[in-house]
Nanobody, 124 residues
């Protein structure tokens, strides 16, 4: 069983930055690929970024490539999403998710555990 808790969301102006963190409880965090997804009001959940269980591979949605980076610290059971040059269209609830022995996936169905999410609002 893995429990995920996100933090770091908030209100920021367009062009600004935020750093989201997701802390996992439970054992064997390093066995899980981690992903970030987001959902804006009235829209479907969409993939943002993922990192393999080893951290060797990362994946990004086209909409965030070059602006967002994902990293993990297995010693601290933490995965982070650094978001730079934020745009109003990045406004959403951001959730982290864990995929046992995953390599990093953009499909929400591959993830076993989900956090509650943190709100990110980007003003124009």
């Amino acid at each position: 069983q893995v429990q995920l808790v996100e933090s770091g969301g908030g209100l920021v102006q367009a062009g600004g930055s935020l750093r989201l963190s997701c802390v996992a409880s439970g054992r064997f965090f390093s066995r899980y690929a981690m992903g970030w997804f987001r959902q804006a009001p009235g829209k479907e959940r969409e993939f943002v970024a993922a990192i393999s269980w080893s951290g060797a591979s990362t994946y990004f949605a086209d909409s965030v490539k070059g602006r967002f980076t994902i990293s993990r610290d297995n010693a601290k059971n933490t995965v982070s999403l650094q978001m730079n040059n934020l745009k109003p269209e990045d406004t959403a609830v951001y959730c982290c998710a864990a995929d046992h022995w995953g390599l990093g996936s953009g499909s929400a169905g591959d993830y076993n555990y989900w956090g509650q999410g943190t709100q990110v609002t980007v003003s124009s």
